[in-house]
């Protein structure tokens, strides 16, 4: 079964450390993985996505398929990163679904 | 991503009351997706639609009913059986490629008075 799981709910680090949210993944073939960002009275919106292997607002995530991860992580926190994290996964081919994970709440203290 | 409108953004309703959550897209996508997304349980998959005249059951269907007469549309209708539907509701839609994102709406937060 397709499944994602976030360990964390609530992840707090200071204002410059290093962050890291986990997410790891079950799923029976190679899927699309994705970080999804709400900010405080915004909407959902796309992060980042595997695929792209590109770094947006400092963040980057890489698919580790031996371990099934796909940790977000960034070198230096900032108060604005501060948000809800969502790690979603998507079966490759035509129409497939999206599963999402619980979230995990980030709050980076100055 | 001004492409998803979801109206209204608060509603309230009474015991017993069916009401209709509204979600438009302009993005020409064939898939729109309802959520609802509860503190701690992220987001979970209501129903959802991948073509016109067509849609799916996802995860916790029970006490929610869809309609996909426009590609644009896909209202839900939250109905009296809905035990618990105090939430917020996502409405989010994408392309049916596999390596398309989904965009969200801002959503519509429902309560019962």
């Known amino acids: 079964a397709q499944r994602v799981t976030q360990p964390e709910k609530l992840l707090s680090v200071f204002k410059g450390a290093p962050v890291e949210l986990k997410c790891n993944y079950s799923y029976s073939g190679s899927p699309e993985l994705f970080w999804y960002v709400q900010y405080s009275r915004q909407r959902l919106q796309l992060l980042l996505r595997h695929i792209s292997r590109e770094s947006i607002k400092g963040f980057t995530a890489d698919l580790n398929k031996g371990e099934t991860s796909f940790h977000l992580k960034k070198p230096f926190a900032q108060e604005e990163d501060s948000a809800m994290y969502y790690c979603a996964l998507k079966g490759r081919g035509y129409g497939q679904n999206f599963v999402f994970g619980p979230g995990t709440r980030l709050s980076v203290l100055p | 991503d001004g492409g998803i409108t979801q109206s209204p953004k608060y509603l309230f309703r009474k015991e017993g009351q069916n009401v209709t959550l509204s979600c438009e897209q302009n993005l020409n996508h064939d898939a729109m997706y309802w959520y609802r997304q509860d503190p701690g349980q992220g987001l979970r998959l209501i129903y959802y639609s991948q073509i016109v005249n067509d849609f799916q059951k996802g995860d916790i269907a029970e006490g929610y009913s869809v309609s996909r007469e426009k590609k644009e549309s896909f209202p839900l209708t939250v109905t009296s059986a809905q035990k618990n539907p105090t939430a917020f509701y996502l409405c989010?839609?994408?392309?049916?490629?596999?390596?398309?994102?989904?965009?969200f709406g801002d959503g519509t937060r429902l309560s019962i008075l």
């Open positions: 989010a839609s994408s392309k049916l490629a596999g390596n398309q994102p989904q965009h």
